[in-house]
Each structure stands twice: as structure tokens, then as C-alpha cells.
């Protein structure tokens, strides 16, 4: 089975992950805030609270959207957060998730979602329920 959870001895997974706070996120994608809390709302993106502060997303969520010329949500993430969620996944075992390098993508999942390799992830991802 893929590495679901790391261990306490290992380093955080986040530490190294650039995190953006709703406002942030809101201004790269020309929302109001409230939109954004939705998409957390709908799992369209996922957020975690480091050190107690206010929800964070990972920045590799927002990416350039070609067919607006702005920003947008990474194509497929919705989807992969679910089925993350479905398989007993929380929030942050979710971003360490698509943040750790993956033996069977040959990269991380957020990458390959980046790189628009979806059914791939979503393959890498399904062994985790079982």
C-alpha cells in the first residue's frame, strides 16, 4: 500500500509547502473571499490550519488558466479531494498526500494533476481505500 500517512519520525510534509491565505487566493482568481471559502465548502480545494491559524491553501492549487488568460483551480483537483476524503483522508493528509512524490506517477499527484495526468492520480489514489 502507498504511504497514506507519514510517520511522526519523518519531517512534516507541509513544512515545505507555500501556503496562501483565503484572501490571498481569492485576489490571484479575481473572487470575492466567500468564493473561496465555498470552494473549501464544496472541496473544490482543500485548506489547513497550521499553528492554529486561519485556513491556508497550497499556492500549486492556484494555476494559470489558459482558457481565461487569469488564474484558476488546478483541473481535476475536486475530484481527487473527494475520493481522498471517501477513501477516511483528512484535510491535511490530503495536501501530504498530493505533495509526496508518488513511486507509481513517477512525481507528485498535484503534479500530475497539473500536468492534466487526472485518471492517473485518481488510479494512484484508489488503492488508499482498501
Known sequence: MTDA????EEQ???EN?????IPEVAQALGVRDREVRGMISD???VAVRRGGRAPTIPSAFVVDD?????KGIVSGLRGSIIQLSDAG???EEIVAWLFRDNEE??????????????????????????
Open 43 to 45: 472541496k473544490s480545494v
Open 12 to 14: 512534516d510534509p507541509l
Open 105 to 130: 506517477l513517477g512525481s507528485t499527484p498535484i503534479e500530475a494533476l497539473v500536468g492534466l495526468r487526472t485518471h492517473a492520480v485518481r488510479r494512484a489514489a484508489q488503492v488508499l481505500a482498501f
Open 5 to 8: 500517512v507519514p510517520s511522526t
Open 17 to 21: 509547502i507555500e501556503l496562501l491565505s
Open 66 to 70: 489558459p482558457e481565461t488568460g487569469g
Open 89 to 91: 483522508y483528512a484535510d
